[in-house]
């Protein structure tokens, strides 16, 4: 079955980097776009980022220049480096295979002041 099992969240300082893993089983990972997506409490999910099987990426205008998105297809994993994280940033971080139902359970990143 599907799975997409999110990594690498955790706290940071306001300024710092974290690099968030999704690892991907379940479906042909190599000829799908994957996303990112962020979520704050009560609020709705927003995409942070796209990668296509190309490498095409996309970036809400919020994070262009500070976030990167790759993906690793030997390893079925998609990646998202985030630099110069803001305090505002502190969500649970989910990835999405394409545009389905199936979701990763998220990791929590928090950002402080």
């Known amino acids: 079955q599907v799975q997409l099992v999110e990594s690498g969240g955790g706290l940071v300082q306001a300024g710092g980097t974290l690099r968030l893993s999704c690892a991907a089983s379940g479906f042909l990972f190599r000829t799908s776009t994957m996303r990112w997506y962020r979520q704050a409490p009560g609020k709705q999910r927003d995409m942070v980022a796209r990668?296509?099987?190309?490498?095409?990426?996309d970036y809400a205008d919020s994070v262009k220049g500070r976030f990167t998105i790759s993906r690793d297809n030997a390893k079925n994993t998609v990646y998202l480096e985030m630099n110069s994280l803001k305090p505002k940033e502190t969500d649970v971080y989910y990835c999405?295979?394409?545009?389905?139902?199936?979701w990763g359970r998220g990791t929590q990143v928090t950002v402080s002041s």
């Open positions: 990668i296509t099987s190309g490498n095409s990426t």
């Open positions: 999405r295979w394409s545009v389905t139902d199936y």
